[in-house]
């Protein structure tokens, strides 16, 4: 049997990492377990453990068609967690900060990043996602303000930025 690589990232491959958790076979041991297990499920369509794994307060609101769109028309490139807050085995709660990489092939294959902030809760003993908060990632923000071309350069020169680091 050929295997292959587990789309969470992780490296090791997939029957050792993420298909346990999705065939229920083991429970995930804490929330970021459970986030890649749930990605790793969108990317290869097995969309009755997203659904498995919803919290039941939340579930009621999953469209069952667009799940299995986004899932069966992307291609997924990558899981990047960013940010945790808690979600370890003895939590109770967690909230995950996450950017997943894919590309649309309904429109064109183009690159897309979703960012989002996710909450979990145990719930009977198990972790479940919650809900969901979208981000978006705007433009880069200087901290400090641009040096212009005439402006004494910053290095403490008392040459203008041109004449001096910005040649």
Same mark, same amino acid.
């Given at each position: 049997? !050929?295997?292959?690589?587990?789309?969470?990232?992780?490296?090791?491959?997939?029957?050792?990492?993420? =298909?346990?958790?999705?065939?229920?076979?083991?429970?995930? $041991?804490?929330? !970021?377990? =459970?986030?890649?297990?749930?990605?790793?499920?969108?990317?290869?369509?097995?969309? /009755?453990?997203?659904?498995?794994?919803?919290?039941?307060?939340?579930? @009621?609101?999953?469209?069952?068609? !667009?799940?299995? /769109?986004?899932?069966? %028309?992307?291609?997924?490139? @990558? $899981?990047?967690?960013? /940010?945790? %807050?808690?979600?370890?085995?003895? /939590?109770? #709660? +967690?909230?995950?900060?996450?950017?997943?990489?894919?590309?649309?092939?309904?429109?064109?294959?183009?690159?897309?990043?979703?960012?989002? #902030?996710? $909450?979990?809760?145990?719930?009977?003993?198990?972790?479940?996602?919650?809900?969901?908060? @979208? $981000?978006?990632?705007?433009?880069?923000?200087?901290?400090?303000?641009?040096? +212009?071309?005439?402006?004494?350069?910053?290095?403490?020169?008392?040459?203008?930025?041109?004449?001096?680091?910005?040649?």
């Amino acid at each position: 049997m !050929e295997t292959s690589t587990c789309p969470c990232g992780s490296a090791k491959d997939l029957e050792s990492c993420c =298909l346990p958790v999705i065939k229920e076979q083991r429970p995930a $041991l804490t929330a !970021e377990e =459970l986030l890649r297990a749930r990605y790793s499920a969108f990317a290869i369509g097995e969309i /009755d453990f997203i659904f498995t794994s919803h919290h039941s307060k939340t579930r @009621g609101e999953l469209k069952r068609e !667009e799940i299995e /769109d986004w899932s069966r %028309n992307s291609e997924w490139h @990558g $899981l990047e967690v960013v /940010d945790r %807050n808690g979600g370890q085995a003895a /939590d109770e #709660q +967690g909230t995950l900060t996450f950017c997943a990489r894919f590309s649309d092939k309904k429109s064109g294959g183009e690159p897309q990043e979703h960012w989002e #902030q996710s $909450l979990f809760e145990k719930e009977n003993g198990h972790w479940r996602f919650v809900d969901a908060r @979208g $981000l978006k990632q705007g433009p880069y923000q200087r901290e400090e303000p641009k040096v +212009g071309r005439n402006d004494p350069c910053p290095c403490g020169s008392k040459q203008k930025f041109k004449k001096c680091c910005g040649k």
